[in-house]
């Protein structure tokens, strides 16, 4: 059993707990916690779940110390990067195996500037840890699924990747509201949408199905539109967004393979479902992943999970953090390194089906 424990308890971090408890070559060791009001807490209760017998701390020093095997990286890396990095090094420095959702350059880490890749080489070296940066998007419906469906086709003439969803169902207002821009005037900058940030965040994806695919990708564009309010809307988990206010995005990153863009990913959001109707809508409820592959065949597959209490975007984090999580016994057989989606097999669920925490 390889010791496991789970740094972080917001949206990604009770998935990750859960996953972990789940799997069988996995023993939550520890859980690590920022606010002090869930120190002590046991795991279970702050994951929805049963008694764990595993309370939450903010030693970080203490579980660090303990040599845990693995740690599942779950703080929020957004608006806070520098020091995600900086715990991330320090638990690979301590020999473990980590795995993330927080890095977005690391997605493909092969083409990461030195400034973030370098420090975490200088840890696996010094430390033999390990680390695998993945989540849901970027992550498996940027990478291994285009891939994987694309080797259904005959001819392919362009992929194209969607996130689609209701962002009232993401529990995460500081996010929602200003690095998206939700609910703010048309004349707002939404950092997460100015020039060159799309690409930052996305284009690695772009560059993994690339690669997977045997083609280069000759630049990177990126499109956007966004659509205010018609009228004012209320939401179940972060109240009101005023009528004029930005109600929805929409905009690419794309690949250009040899002067057209054969490679796209496109984010479809809204917080509400009366903004933007003619833009594409999921096939059922807050929302949904989809792969199209423009060719012959013509192929779409659409991806809906759901989980604490039907919320799609638990849903999304729990099936990141599945692939995450899943890996950890892979990694723990491989060499230490730096490792990206195409090196990391997405495997079936062994010793899962029909399997119950006791």
Known sequence: ???????????????????????????????????????????????????????????????????????????????????????????????????????????????????????????????????????????????????????????VDVIRCQEIFDYSTYEQPDSVRYLVGMGQPMDYDPPMLMTGVPSMVWGGQVRLIARGLGVEVGELRETLQRRPLEETVSTRTMGDFEKGTQGAVRFEVQGIVDGEPRIVIEHVTRIHPSCAPDWPTPPSGDGAHRVIIEGRPRIEVSVEASDEGENRSAGGNATAVGRLVGAIDWLAEAEPGLYDALDVPLRPAAGKLGRRRS
């Open 1 to 155: 059993m390889i010791a496991t424990v789970v740094w972080g308890t917001g949206n990604v971090g009770r998935a990750a707990i859960r996953a972990v408890d789940a799997h069988p070559a996995l023993k939550l060791a520890a859980v690590l916690v920022h606010d002090p009001a869930k120190v002590g807490k046991d795991a279970g209760a702050l994951a929805g779940v049963g008694d764990l017998g595993v309370a939450a701390t903010d030693n970080i020093e203490a579980v660090l110390a303990a040599s845990p095997g693995a740690v599942v990286y779950a703080a929020s890396g957004d608006v806070r990067f520098d020091d995600a990095l900086a715990d991330i090094v320090r638990a690979i420095g301590a020999g473990a195996i980590v795995v993330t959702p927080a890095l977005y350059p690391l997605y493909d880490q092969r083409n990461a500037p030195p400034e973030l890749r370098d420090p975490v080489l200088a840890a696996i070296k010094d430390g033999g840890g390990s680390l695998f940066v993945s989540g849901v998007d970027p992550g498996w419906g940027n990478d291994v699924l285009p891939l994987l469906i694309s080797g259904l086709g005959t001819d």
